[in-house]
């Protein structure tokens, strides 16, 4: 198999919207810019163009939206917000500067090879039913699916679409079909896992084994503990699905399974595939553009120290958490990182998050360096939104595409959220992923706030030799942290779902490589 990515750089139409936006950017604000500026801004936002080409685009849309691409350029101009013109110290990058800024760092070529092995044999007949109550946000639920996806082939059981968690923090009601494309996850697992979409009726009301199954577990303990279970059910539930399979030291064909489950069977739902799709290319009609996943909403209280009761540790020091490199980025922050990293002003940034913690007010001084800082809310209407808008699951699947498709994706924090875009960047090609080291970073923050060092070309050598070699560069999942034991040795391994390297990608010409294309 050899990955591609089709390239379709912003049509004409999108580039001449583009530039009445940065026009009428100028009368919006009356800045008072010479001739020579207002050029350079609009030669800075189409010189992205050729780089877009050569690095960027989806991979194929399965799903469109109806409306005239004329009607949503006219509706552009008159709701959405113009983008600021780039303030006076852009620079405009020679060409290699430029294309190093947007380029992955040179590695070897990887592929994905997820085709099972020719001793994997389709589904036999089922010993029984197993229903998934998933919990957590979108990724924790979609890491969870995969999860059950593997131990439903190891249990030879029947998997009844999962229900997804409606009591969490969030407090979302989206059902397995409002967010998935669940006749897509059907048919595309029938040769590895019996799929149904409902517990046959003389067996709704009948007796259930509920278990809590052992966290990071092997195929041994499904097939010791569990498997023996269906002697007495017929119907087993699994009342969570988080991390219930170990991240290492499985069959291959386990873990291949998993990684077409996660990366290929839990397609979104087609109204949210056409949207994102579209928030794509509407991103695209300014140039290469970064996606910053800015961990500042409201449950980054847990870090803060404050008194809330959604949190289990409450003991927290958030100057030492901080210092620890434990904390996410503020807004703030992250400016001075894609500053020192050498983006200019006029790159436009994606911002998948949902409310952020504070309001707008916390955005300022992200907003002053970095005036294209787009988001779903300002790239789309008011009405294509509302059928998503109160759900969170729905609106974060949004936030995942634009992510996947960038780019540069770069996570403020390393949650659920970060660690799947990261993986997901890393089977579809390894794109360009910047994981900011946080505890190297706040001290040098630290520093310039208190004077001892100023922002400028030694800030930003010392921060670009830190990221030399965390750009998403093709290596082995890491195993648990040394000296660690029990529960927390298998806590601190990488997850499976944010590095598949080795099991599901190779280099090509290889055995194991696949024939078909991969697209998300």
Aim: with cysteine.
């Amino acid at each position: 198999m050899q990955l591609r990515r089709k390239v379709r750089p912003a049509g004409a139409a999108a580039r001449r919207a583009a530039l009445r936006w940065w026009l009428l950017s100028l009368a919006a604000t009356g800045a008072a810019v010479t001739a020579a500026a207002a050029l350079l801004a609009v030669a800075l936002h189409f010189s992205g163009s050729a780089a877009a080409s050569a690095s960027s685009s989806s991979s194929g849309a399965p799903y469109r939206l109806s409306q005239p691409r004329e009607a949503e350029e006219l509706r552009w101009e008159r709701e959405v917000a113009p983008p600021q013109l780039a303030s006076p110290q852009s620079r405009k990058l020679d060409g290699a500067a430029e294309r190093s800024l947007w380029l992955p760092a040179p590695s070897p070529r990887f592929m994905p090879c997820v085709a099972p092995s020719p001793e994997f044999k389709s589904p036999v007949a089922s010993r029984g039913y197993l229903l998934v109550h998933t919990n957590g946000g979108l990724n924790q639920m979609r890491a969870g699916i995969s999860d059950m996806v593997a131990v439903a082939r190891i249990l030879n059981a029947t998997l009844i679409i999962p229900e997804l968690d409606k009591k969490s923090f969030w407090h979302d009601k989206s059902n397995f079909s409002d967010v998935f494309d669940e006749e897509h996850f059907i048919n595309s697992l029938a040769n590895d896992v019996k799929v149904e979409k409902k517990l046959p009726k003389e067996l709704v009301k009948a007796p259930k084994s509920v278990r809590y199954f052992k966290s990071w577990s092997g195929v041994d303990y499904y097939q010791d503990e569990i498997s023996p279970l269906w002697d007495h059910r017929q119907v087993i539930r699994a009342a969570k699905s988080d991390s219930r399979l170990a991240n290492n030291y499985l069959p291959t064909d386990i873990q291949k399974l998993r990684c077409r489950a996660f990366f290929q069977a839990l397609r979104f739902a087609p109204p949210i595939e056409a949207l994102g799709r579209l928030l794509v290319e509407r991103m695209r009609s300014f140039g290469p553009y970064i996606a910053l996943h800015l961990r500042y909403e409201k449950d980054m209280l847990a870090f803060s120290g404050e008194n809330t009761t959604y949190w289990k540790v409450k003991d927290i020091d958030p100057l030492e958490q901080r210092s620890h490199g434990y904390c996410p980025l503020t807004p703030k922050e992250v400016g001075m990182f894609l500053s020192a990293l050498g983006y200019p002003s006029s790159t436009p940034v994606y911002i998948a998050a949902g409310e952020i913690y504070g309001g707008e007010s916390h955005m300022v001084d992200l907003q002053s360096r970095f005036p294209i800082l787009m988001n779903k809310e300002k790239l789309a209407s008011a009405e294509e939104l509302r059928p998503f808008s109160q759900y969170a699951a729905q609106m974060a699947a949004l936030d995942y595409i634009v992510s996947v498709e960038s780019d540069v994706f770069i996570p403020s924090y390393s949650g659920n959220m970060a660690r799947a875009v990261a993986g997901h960047r890393r089977f579809v090609g390894h794109r360009k992923t910047i994981s900011p080291d946080r505890k190297a970073l706040v001290r040098l923050f630290d520093k310039v706030d208190s004077g001892l060092l100023r922002e400028g070309k030694r800030l930003s050598e010392r921060i670009l030799d830190i990221h030399r070699k965390r750009q998403g560069s093709p290596r082995k999942r890491k195993g648990p942290v040394s000296g660690t034991k029990g529960k927390d040795r298998f806590r601190s391994e990488e997850a499976f779902y944010e590095n598949p390297l080795p099991d599901c990608l190779c280099q090509p010409g290889s055995p194991d490589s696949d024939d078909s294309l991969v697209s998300i």
